[in-house]
């Protein structure tokens, strides 16, 4: 592996400086060798690092259809509108129910949009735990390092993956809808806990106000979140209502957020457990190609399974196999 | 820490004998070892090992608010008049909003109860990743080390969290309603797939047939299960309606798991999983202990963070620390 690295990392190199001097291809296929785990996957990472970490993340999760997409759109089109460069990552289920639509919708969007200032990308949700949350991670420094000033991150739900998803972002906002059966009380928890903002639509709806007086009155009960009391803002995305009060509200966070360095906390927070991660996965790969192979795994799972073995004695044995004395 | 040991050990083999004789103190102390992570705990698990997996599991999953814990408990009253032993987990979130009070009510339950036959034991969800689905899975092992015939493991949301928790089961029951304003085409992609048996509660609401029609339609286009179809079970739990259809369900589900060793399939399925993920917490264990204090990740971080130092060169360096060469 080590004969062909030059090469690769010319390559690496090269593809990396036609993508940061616009070359949208270059982009797509940079994503594509990160989002797949490509051999130079982190030649790729490592060639972009220097360069990312300069975009504004704005996450957006919420139940599926309080709206996400639109917003999104909207916002997009708003901040291209102010001239400002904006990527867009909508990270969608591969489920054989829900899969394809919102892929399609996202590239037709693309397709008529043909502005060299606006990249999006739809990622699949794979089986691996916490796997989507690392990858997204990755694809928006890759993105970021094609010198986008915006990266607008999208889930669908608002499970544990989209929680780990938007934790990756500067600014997390949560949609909510009026009247969605489901009351704010019983948002999962820890959706309340990351929200820096609060969006309302369909506030023309009946139960606008109710949902905010709810919003209102759990943040009353939540554990403070330093000096930055989250907003709600009400919008009718698909009228574009509203959305001007967003940018506003996204940019007073911004601000707030390059006061006294706290943008600087939150990204060190950050890195502390993507830095964690990406050593857990990496351990990992040692153990399967040095210590213990897929049909060796087989085999002891079916001992444990039968009793034949005790998986809690068995484990320090295998860790001692690729961990120095 | 060898020297302790011993000590350790004869404390723990007769905390599980009495475990096993059927005192509820050593039960709830064992449990409280492994869910706190005690030096102990993997003693406790080790010696639990021999005396689980003899249960039954079976996992309640559905949005808040459809009535997972009153079906939990009709079916935990079923199975005792009917002689069976139960142990309940039930998994909370410690949300400032929502935490205390499911566990009140099952801290009642228990009291009123005053059953030997029957433990019941609420858990709270910690920020860690997957931590909380190992942390059942041993709590579960434990429980059953008692044993109980049976064991209901009831998650609060249906987020990436629940579908981790609920796959340690060997029947995972998906709790639904009629009018949820949310579909059922709007569920968290991963639990239509995870479900071996639907219940659709407060039937007697309108729309309950509907909702049996979307989940029929949506089995139809889903990838197929083998030769089990999940069948669809109309409750009105709180009045105990349709709770005999359900329990006949499972029981019919029991039998077709353990026709042709599909229960051996998913328990060695299961241990695959949780093997690695052992081994991916003791490798990490190890890095933190010989390779890396928190006080240097704090530093590391913020390097990262400032741009004077690339994760994906560090990460690489970090892992040969402990790794053999």
């Not at 949208?24 to 990160?34: D, E, F, G, P, T």
């Not at 899969?99 to 969007?109: E, K, P, S, V």
């Not at 997204?136 to 970021?144: M, N, P, Q, R």
Request: proline share 4%.
């Amino acid at each position: 592996m080590s004969k062909t690295l030059p090469s690769v990392e010319s390559d690496v190199t090269q593809m990396i400086e036609r993508l940061r001097s616009g070359d949208v291809r270059a982009l797509a296929r940079a994503v594509s060798l990160v989002e797949n785990d490509a051999p130079s996957a982190t030649e790729v990472l490592s060639t972009c690092f220097p360069f990312s970490g300069r975009a504004l993340r704005i996450g957006v999760t919420g139940a599926p259809g309080v709206g996400k997409s639109t917003i999104v759109d909207k916002l997009a089109r708003h901040y291209r509108g102010a001239g400002v460069t904006v990527g867009v990552i909508a990270v969608d289920p591969t489920s054989p129910f829900t899969g394809g639509a919102i892929l399609g919708d996202r590239i037709r969007m693309q397709e008529n949009l043909g502005d060299p200032g606006f990249y999006v990308r739809s990622m699949a949700t794979r089986g691996s735990l916490g796997g989507l949350a690392r990858t997204t991670a990755d694809v928006a420094s890759v993105i970021e390092a094609s010198g986008k000033d915006v990266i607008l991150i999208e889930t669908v739900g608002v499970g544990q993956d989209e929680i780990d998803i938007v934790r990756l972002s500067d600014v997390t906002i949560v949609v909510l809808v009026p009247g969605m059966g489901d009351d704010v009380q019983s948002l999962k928890a820890g959706i309340m806990e990351i929200a820096d903002l609060f969006v309302v639509n369909k506030a023309d709806r009946e139960g606008a106000d109710r949902v905010e007086k709810e919003v209102r009155a759990m943040q009353s009960l939540a554990t403070s979140h330093g000096d930055w009391i989250p907003p709600v803002v009400k919008t009718i995305a698909s009228t574009g209502e509203g959305i001007d009060r967003l940018t506003d509200a996204i940019a007073q966070m911004k601000q707030w957020l390059e006061a006294d360095g706290r943008l600087e906390v939150r990204r060190r927070k950050y890195w502390r457990e993507r830095i964690t991660e990406m050593m857990r996965n990496a351990l990992m790969r040692e153990l399967r190609e040095h210590g213990l192979s897929d049909v060796e795994l087989d085999a002891l799972a079916e001992r444990v399974a039968s009793k034949q073995e005790d998986p809690y004695r068995l484990v320090p044995e295998l860790v001692a196999r690729v961990v120095r004395a």
